[in-house]
């Protein structure tokens, strides 16, 4: 409903981005008491009851959120463009791992690889179907399988989010294996 993506979207830009925008100041781990969350939402217009915050929180379909276990704090699961600790321990991923994007990004990709821009990571998925969705937002989707077991054998570290996306530093084009497209002929090999 309208409401409910207004205070997830709220909540995305306030715990991920602009805490002190309301006035927050997350620990090193990105977590916010909710009760200093509502106020501060509160006293910027932005009224939000704690049934709502949880409501928000248990319906968003990616898990954007984390409620601590004691109930008390709040924080994004990731996506966090300020400098935030999540703590994730290094997992080993699957040998393939998949990463969605917009068809106008391959050409910097095939440069670049996959860097992180104004994120902690590149966020990458365990299946083909999650990786096109993450892409369709942007564009014309095109999914790009990352061999992620031979960059692990090269040293790489991976980090399993709590909500199941994959992240790591960056991902070298040698590790990117060509999508099957007509855009293939774009590619500087």
């Not at 008491?33 to 949880?54: C, K, N, T, Y």
């Not at 892409?135 to 090269?154: E, I, N």
């Not at 790489?156 to 855009?183: H, K, Q, R």
Request: proline fraction near 5%.
């Amino acid at each position: 409903d309208m409401k409910h993506t207004h205070i997830s979207k709220f909540l995305s830009y306030v715990l991920r981005h602009r805490p002190d925008d309301i006035g927050l100041e997350p620990d090193r781990a990105g977590w916010v008491a909710i009760d200093d969350l509502l106020a501060a939402s509160a006293a910027h217009g932005q009224a939000i009851s704690r049934v709502e915050l949880e409501y928000v929180v248990a319906n968003n379909n990616k898990k954007r959120f984390a409620i601590s276990d004691d109930g008390l704090r709040i924080r994004a699961s990731q996506g966090h463009s300020t400098n935030v600790d999540l703590g994730y321990e290094p997992s080993v991923p699957p040998e393939v791992l998949y990463h969605g994007t917009a068809t106008q990004h391959l050409i910097g990709i095939r440069k670049h690889g996959l860097i992180k821009g104004m994120r902690h990571h590149v966020h990458l998925s365990g299946d083909e179907a999650t990786a096109r969705a993450v892409g369709q937002r942007h564009g014309r989707v095109v999914v790009l399988p990352v061999r992620s077991g031979d960059m692990v054998r090269a040293g790489f570290i991976f980090y399993l989010s709590a909500n199941g996306v994959w992240l790591t530093d960056a991902v070298p084009c040698m590790y990117l294996v060509e999508p099957d497209t007509p855009y293939q002929r774009l590619s500087s090999k």
